[in-house]
């Protein structure tokens, strides 16, 4: 009885408080991959000094501005290398990118 | 009563005792149990690191096989350029339509090169190329996935 009144009623002592820790998976960043580009077409237009007023000509004849932004065959080839250079580094900034999420969604290797 | 005094003691002492050997039987177990699971977590994450590195090794060579794709792609676009001495400028004096037609064709096939190299769905036409007159020759490997190029 005495015990009883001392420890106030509480036999067995306090409750023990218990800690534990859940794993919570890091959120998704889930954007969708880049639109597609859709390019408009270019006409490209050879001048010589042979066929200049020609084309000048059929210029204003379609109510084009006669003026015509010209590059040098090499500087034409220059250009074609430098769009594909272009175009491969876009591919493979695409791919790795597909690369990363198949890595880190796929797999479940979220970090 | 000190032989009494001795039995109860040693009563006890034996109890105790065996209160001991059962504590320490629960703490084995318990240890044995936390054992087990930590090798089953270990072999887990094992498994899972043998998976990354073939994952990381397949990714890889992907990317090595697009890098030298893009060696090829730029060797065969100079090719096209100075095949046979070959001099786009004096070959569009001499044939300046012909020149022009060419150079709007492969413009518009370069085009159709970057729309596909930025996740533009391949059109039926495209998959189906598999002759040399059937591909866009400014990117074969990425515009005919399924075109074989003989040598």
Known sequence: MICMLLSGCSIGGEKK?????LEKP??????????????????????????AQEVFKKLEEAGIDPVLFGITDKDYQVLARNFAQIRQKLQETNN?????????????NTQ | MIFAVLIITGI???????????????TLK?????????????????????????????????????????????QDLDKRF????????????????????????????????????SGAEHTEEELKATLKSEIN???????????VEHQ
């Open chain 1, 17 to 21: 408080i218990k800690i534990f820790s």
């Open chain 2, 30 to 74: 318990a240890n044995q149990i936390q054992l087990e699971t930590a090798i089953t977590e270990q072999n887990k994450v094992l498994e899972q690191q043998k998976e990354d590195f073939t994952a990381i090794l397949e990714s890889n060579k992907k990317l090595n096989v697009l890098i030298n794709t893009f060696k090829k792609d730029l």
């Open chain 1, 96 to 108: 790795l990118l597909e690369e990363y999420k198949k890595y880190y969604e796929d797999s479940g």
């Open chain 1, 26 to 51: 890091r959120e998704k960043l889930d954007y969708p991959m880049p639109t597609a580009l859709q390019m408009e077409e270019i006409k490209w237009i050879i001048i010589t000094s042979e066929n």
């Open chain 2, 82 to 117: 100075t095949k046979k001495n070959r001099d786009i400028g004096k070959l569009a004096i001499d044939r300046t339509k012909s020149i022009e037609r060419i150079i709007n064709k492969g413009s518009a096939n370069a085009a159709r090169c970057i729309e596909l190299a």
């Open chain 2, 12 to 26: 006890a002492g034996a109890g105790m005792y065996v209160m001991k050997l059962r504590a320490d039987n629960a």
């Open chain 2, 137 to 147: 020759p400014e990117c074969p490997a990425l515009a005919n996935p399924n075109y």
